[in-house]
């Protein structure tokens, strides 16, 4: 199990590396915004399909992204889109924080 990153909770979220480097990689993307497969996101930030998974549902449980279901006009499934709240900013700027305090202590 990945560690927890304590900054967050001054924000009243919690969320660990893998979380931490989903909401890193989405700041980095197209205003905070990405459409791409769960396996894609897990290649990008170097994580398993399953964590991948399981963070990208922590993340949107707490508000910290919003994930938005895409279909074609005839309803064939596309990727998801993912973008990153303005909570989730705040965490991913605390949490960085956390971990360059954590590398420097």
């Not at 398993?48 to 949107?60: F, G, Q």
């Not at 895409?70 to 709240?85: F, H, P, Q, S, V």
């Amino acid at each position: 199990m990945a560690k927890r990153v304590r900054a967050c909770e001054v924000l009243g979220v919690r969320i660990n590396e893998s979380e931490l480097a989903i909401l890193h990689w989405l700041s980095k993307a197209n205003d905070g915004r990405c459409a791409c497969s769960v396996q894609q996101l897990g290649d990008a930030v170097g994580k398993s399909e399953v964590t991948t998974r399981n963070s990208l549902k922590a993340l949107e449980g707490q508000g910290l992204i919003v994930i938005y279901a895409r279909y074609l006009k005839n309803g064939a499934r596309l990727e998801n889109e993912y973008e990153l709240t303005p909570l989730g900013e705040r965490a991913l700027r605390l949490g960085l924080q956390g971990c360059e305090k954590a590398a420097e202590g």
